[in-house]
């Protein structure tokens, strides 16, 4: 199976700050790899797949980066909406393996 | 849009078996594949299987093989997910998506764009 490791696992950080959150793939992916918000007691929510294409809907002071092992997810500008868990997802192949999570607390 | 509707929560004891199901509408539900992901008590989502509603295409995640069975009923547009045996360490919210594909740069990828609001499965004695 392929592994995904996120980091960090939470950071805090303040309205307006710039977010990194990064995604290692225990082995090449290529650009198969999604990235999802989850609040609490919701369902995830897709953000970007593809490494880089922002879905439908989603601002874009979010951007996604990355290609092969590693990917990274940015917040330009940090707002209170984002308060949430983050997770990658590789897509490269079954089984289908999530990242940890990134929790962001404002 | 796609839209998801999953079953209620569910309480069941050590060794029972559960039976989630997942309403689509929004999208032609024999045209993309349902995966089910499921996510323990405060912590992160693991992914169970998929099936192809417009076929007997089936994957399980091997830790779940041979305890779960993925089916569908194209007439009311649901699928179906089916756990056996269950433990207490199957307590968790479970979740349906709707995959569809798309081409980025070059690459044809796979992504989970609708989801289920979750069903959450209790298991205990």
């Known amino acids: 199976d392929i592994q995904m490791t996120q980091s960090p696992s939470s950071l805090s950080a303040s309205v307006g700050d710039r977010v990194t959150i990064t995604c290692r793939a225990s082995?090449?992916?290529?650009?198969?790899l999604n990235w999802y918000q989850q609040k609490p007691g919701k369902a995830p929510n897709l953000l970007i797949f593809?490494?880089?294409s922002l879905q439908s809907g989603v601002p874009s002071r979010l951007t996604g980066s990355g290609s092969g092992t590693d990917f990274t997810l940015t917040i330009s500008s940090l707002q209170p909406e984002d308060s949430a868990t983050y997770y990658c997802?590789?897509?490269?192949?079954?089984?289908?393996?999530f990242g940890g999570g990134t929790k962001v607390e404002i | 849009q796609v839209h998801l509707v999953q079953s209620g929560a569910e309480v069941k004891k050590p060794g029972a078996s559960v039976k989630v199901s997942c309403k689509a509408s929004?999208?032609?539900?024999?045209?993309?594949?349902i995966h089910w992901v499921r996510q323990a008590p405060g912590q992160g989502l693991e992914w169970i299987g998929w099936?192809?509603?417009?076929?007997?295409?089936?994957k399980y995640a091997q830790k779940f093989q041979g305890r779960v069975t993925l089916t569908r009923d194209t007439s009311i547009n649901t699928a179906y997910m089916e756990l056996t045996s269950l433990t207490s360490d199957d307590t968790a919210m479970y979740f349906c998506?709707?995959?569809?594909?798309?081409?980025?740069?070059?690459?044809?990828?796979?992504?989970?764009?609708?989801w289920g609001q979750g069903t959450l499965v209790a298991v205990s004695s």
């Open positions: 998506a709707r995959e569809d594909r798309s081409m980025v740069r070059g690459i044809l990828t796979l992504l989970l764009d609708g």
């Open positions: 929004g999208y032609s539900f024999t045209g993309s594949y």
């Open positions: 099936m192809n509603p417009n076929s007997d295409g089936i």
């Open positions: 082995q090449n992916i290529r650009g198969h």
């Open positions: 593809g490494a880089s």
């Open positions: 997802q590789q897509s490269y192949d079954t089984p289908l393996t």
